[in-house]
C-alpha cells in the first residue's frame, strides 16, 4: 500500500490554525479501499518538521491556510510552491521555502499537492481532498 503524507501546517496563533484543524477532520481518510495508507502529521515549524515528514511517503497532501482576504479553498500547483528563494534560518522557513529546500536535496516525494485553506475549506474540505487524490 502507498503512504500518503496529510500535513496539517499551522500555529496556535488565531487565524493560523485551519490546516491543523482540517487534518484533524480528515483522521480517517484516506478511504481504506483507495490503496493509500495516510500518514498524518501535524507541522508546526515546516522548515524543520515537514521535510523529515516527506521521506517517509510516496505522496503529500499539504493542508494550509491562504493569506487573510482569501475566500475560495483550492489546489495549488506544484510550480506555485516552488518559486521561494531560500535564505535565513531554518527557524523562519515557511512552506514554499522548505519545499524549494527539499527539492534539491532529493526530498520531494513524487507527488505532493497543496491545498490552500480559505474561509470555505470547511464547506469544500472533502471534496478537494479527493480531487487531489485523483491526481496522486
Avoid: F, Y
Amino acid at each position: 500500500m502507498r503512504r500518503l503524507l496529510l500535513a496539517g501546517i499551522g500555529s496556535h496563533h488565531p487565524g493560523d490554525r485551519a490546516g491543523w484543524q482540517a487534518l484533524k477532520r480528515l483522521e480517517e481518510w484516506p478511504p481504506a479501499d483507495s490503496g493509500w495508507e495516510g500518514v498524518h502529521r501535524r507541522i508546526l515549524h515546516p522548515g524543520l518538521d515537514l521535510l523529515p515528514a516527506l521521506r517517509e511517503v510516496d505522496a503529500a497532501l499539504l493542508l494550509d491556510a491562504l493569506p487573510p482576504g482569501a475566500t475560495a479553498s483550492r489546489l495549488l500547483r506544484d510550480h506555485d510552491l516552488l518559486t521561494a528563494p531560500v535564505t535565513g534560518s531554518a527557524h523562519a522557513l515557511g512552506v514554499s521555502e522548505a519545499l524549494a529546500l527539499a527539492q534539491p536535496l532529493g526530498l520531494l516525494p513524487p507527488r505532493l499537492v497543496l491545498l490552500g485553506l480559505g474561509n470555505d475549506w470547511e464547506a469544500c474540505l472533502l471534496r478537494l481532498a479527493q480531487q487531489a487524490l485523483q491526481r496522486m
